[in-house]
Every structure is written in C-alpha cells, then in structure tokens.
C-alpha cells in the first residue's frame, strides 16, 4: 500500500501496472511522472522481492509495460519511458518499505519545513498505519511525521570508512 502521495498520472499508472509487474514476479517500487515542455518522464523503480533485479530483467519488463502503457494510453502526450532498479538509496513509498527499514538511515524530504528545515537524516525509529517517527542527526530530537508531511523518502546507505 503506498502511503505518500503520488502526481495523479504516477497514480493512475501504478494502479494501472503494478497487478501485470506483480504476476511477472516482480514489484514497482516507486513511480515518477515528470512533465516536460516537449516531452515527459515516467520513471518506473521495479525490483525483484528478497532478490534483486538484472539488466535483463528490466529489459523484458521494459517492453513488457510499454505494450501494456500503449494499450492503456493513460498519459496525455509525448513521454520517455524508463524502467529502472530501485538502487541502493532506495525510495520508501509504500508501509512495508518503511517498516523494513525501521532501525536504518533514512532521508525523509518534508513538503513544508520544520524549524527551516525540510529534510531530516537519521534512524527511523517507528512505524505506524498514519506516519513515523525519526530520530533526526541535525536536530538531535525525535520527529514524529505523518506520511502526507511527506514529499519524498528514502533509505541512506551508510558506507564503512
């Protein structure tokens, strides 16, 4: 179930796709509509459960949601279409993503700031059905955040020194 909130057209198309990515062993992790000038951006983030995903895999999947986008024409206009990995800073968009990553780094972009500051870095610390909470590196206080607060999110990897 994804908790924040997506650009009507990422809507209408995760909804759209994401029962055809699933029945192929898959799941949308995230979906981005971009409007252009001339043309458009809609990004796909796509990843295998417990596994990972190849450049094959996205290449067959590619083809396989450009057919069905053709079919559906649920975008008005010129657009490119990319069907990429969710990569190591993963976005969080749906509860299970936040839950897995309780007890990790996490970036979470705010639509208004909080004492001048619209992004917090620290552990998420807790889950719930409404939002979370983080204990925030730069304020040094725990914040308790709803998830329409919520822009954009995602896990930080901490690489070892």
Do not use: C
């Amino acid at each position: 179930m994804i908790v924040l909130t997506l650009s009507p057209v990422a809507r209408k198309v995760m909804d759209l796709l994401e029962p055809h990515v699933e029945r192929q062993g898959y799941e949308v992790v995230f979906v981005e509509f971009r409007k252009g000038p001339r043309s458009s951006l809609l990004r796909l983030l796509v990843d295998r459960p417990g596994g990972g995903i190849s450049l094959d895999d996205l290449e067959r999947l590619s083809h396989i949601l450009s057919d069905l986008l053709d079919v559906y024409d649920p975008i008005e206009g010129r657009y490119t279409l990319e069907v990429a990995s969710p990569g190591i800073n993963r976005p969080l968009a749906k509860l299970e993503h936040f839950e897995a990553h309780r007890g990790r780094r996490v970036k979470i972009r705010l639509f208004n700031a909080r004492d001048g500051q619209k992004t917090l870095l620290g552990t998420l610390v807790s889950v719930t059905p409404t939002g979370i909470e983080v204990d925030d590196e730069t304020s040094k206080q725990r914040q308790a955040v709803a998830f329409g607060e919520i822009q954009g999110a995602n896990y930080e990897h901490v690489f070892d020194d």
